[in-house]
């Protein structure tokens, strides 16, 4: 990212929370580091859990955690470099997918925000910054670019481009089942990438997805079903208000190395029904237009020096498409050639409003390394967030997608403790 894009996001960061402390001068290195494990988990839904395959399928039933019997030294290390290749949790294994992944957490807070500092070694040798393109083909534009996982990579017709992402679910206890399970009551069969995943009629003919206007199948809790082992079931909009009121939901923060890195954000979001967005507008969205087909923002040549890139360009510096810094209107008129390419997503830290533009974020890639200090402000009332405060603990997964993939192509830890200047497995400290 350029010097002058990290400039304006954290002079706006710095607005924001004046007060705060500064998290790119935080002295990390007085604050003791947690080792989470991650690794590759494959298809293992919470309907597999559940299911005789599973060996520990009765003790699950009975509410016992994960780590009641995975707690054996490494044994995350040894559990995804099985699952990442192929057999019966892994019909579409990646080439050269690596099973296990070392994140280093550390913790702070201070009167205003919980900063958690965030490092891992990435599989490939550059900073998976890229995300999908809207490419030119002599007649109109189309995505070109896809996450590894996806049988048109697979298959060598398209180039696996998809950004990096770092990730982390909290639950405050209200949640059935999170402690013990984690991120597994999110994951489901039915999902996008899991088995018996779901067509395009069963979404239009389920009640609940249509009443909440969903096309497609994503993250959801138990809870929000009659049946909590059947995603083509769903309780009614009056029952899921009632659930959400009740805070029976998890969040989900992202940070994004495309979509919220270039504008020093993570996006806020949280799973209930659905993968929700909180409410109001997320620093990214759709550069395409939806009649059309042809981008709504390009490159201003005045600024950059070009109106847009080739496929030889990619990973040779910044294509963050930045609607208050570097964009213009697209210009259909302006002689595009085939091959030419515009990021299919436009970013905007102007445009990010209400709820879902919570979270601040710091990010750099170093030495084959990402390192994230995610900055989420205490005591929120949104009415989807959690809110976190000094004092308390709360249940946590971890999950990084790495490489070029996404959905069930990244690796993920068991549940963690994380204490805000109380014991835990994580303990945030007080800033001086």
């Given at each position: 990212?350029?010097?002058?894009a990290?400039?304006?996001?954290f ?6 929370y ?14 003791q580091a947690s ?17 005789k395959?599973?060996?520990?399928a ?8 994960c780590?009641?019997c ?24 990646v ?6 992944k ?24 550059f ?9 030119f083909?002599?007649?109109?534009w ?26 982390i679910?909290?639950d405050d ?7 013990e ?18 067509t395009?009629?069963?979404?239009a ?6 009443a909440i206007k ?6 959801y809790?138990p809870?929000s ?12 909009v ?9 805070g ?5 923060i ?5 979509r ?6 993570a996006?806020?979001?949280h ?10 507008k ?16 390009m ?5 950059v ?15 963050f498409l ?65 809110s976190?405060?000094?004092?308390s603990v709360?249940?946590v ?8 993939i996404?959905?069930?192509?990244h ?21 001086p």
């Amino acid at each position: 990212m350029k010097k002058s894009a990290f400039i304006l996001a954290f002079a706006a960061l710095s607005a924001n929370y004046a007060s705060a402390a500064d998290p790119v001068n935080i002295d990390w290195s007085k604050i003791q580091a947690s080792s989470i494990q991650l690794f590759y988990p494959g298809q293992s839904s919470y309907e597999w859990l559940r299911s005789k395959a599973h060996k520990g399928a009765s003790k699950v039933a009975k509410g016992a955690a994960c780590v009641s019997c995975h707690d054996e030294k490494d044994e995350e290390k040894d559990l995804g470099e099985k699952l990442v290749k192929a057999g019966p949790l892994e019909p579409m294994p990646v080439a050269g997918k690596s099973g296990y992944k070392d994140l280093s957490v550390q913790a702070a807070y201070d009167a205003k925000n919980l900063y958690l500092r965030y490092e891992w070694k990435t599989d490939q040798p550059f900073p998976g910054s890229e995300h999908q393109y809207l490419r030119f083909d002599g007649k109109e534009w189309k995505v070109w670019g896809f996450p590894k996982l996806d049988k048109v990579v697979q298959d060598g017709k398209q180039p696996g481009i998809y950004e990096d992402r770092m990730s982390i679910i909290i639950d405050d206890g209200k949640v059935a089942g999170f402690a013990e399970q984690g991120c597994w009551l999110t994951c489901h069969d039915g999902e996008r990438d899991m088995p018996k995943q779901f067509t395009k009629d069963e979404v239009a003919a389920n009640p609940m997805l249509t009443a909440i206007k969903k096309g497609d199948v994503r993250k959801y809790l138990p809870d929000s079903r009659t049946d909590p082992l059947d995603w083509k079931t769903g309780k009614t909009v009056e029952e899921l208000a009632k659930l959400k009121g009740e805070g029976k939901f998890v969040d989900l923060i992202q940070w994004r190395a495309h979509r919220s890195h270039a504008v020093g954000m993570a996006d806020d979001g949280h799973v209930m029904e659905w993968r929700l967005s909180d409410a109001g507008k997320d620093m990214f969205g759709s550069n395409a237009d939806a009649k059309t087909h042809e981008p709504k923002f390009m490159w201003d040549a005045k600024k950059v020096g070009y109106k847009s890139i080739t496929a030889d360009q990619l990973r040779k510096g910044d294509h963050f498409l930045i609607r208050e810094q570097n964009a213009v209107p697209f210009d259909p008129t302006a002689g595009w050639k085939e091959g030419d390419m515009i990021p299919d997503y436009v970013v905007s830290r102007e445009d990010a409003k209400g709820s879902a533009a919570d979270n601040n974020a710091t990010a750099a890639w170093k030495d084959g390394k990402w390192t994230v200090v995610l900055v989420r402000p205490l005591g929120l009332t949104n009415a989807d967030d959690k809110s976190l405060k000094a004092g308390s603990v709360y249940n946590v997964g971890f999950a990084v997608h790495d490489d070029n993939i996404t959905t069930r192509g990244h690796q993920v830890s068991f549940v963690k403790t994380l204490g805000i200047g109380a014991k835990a497995d994580i303990e945030a400290v007080k800033l001086p």
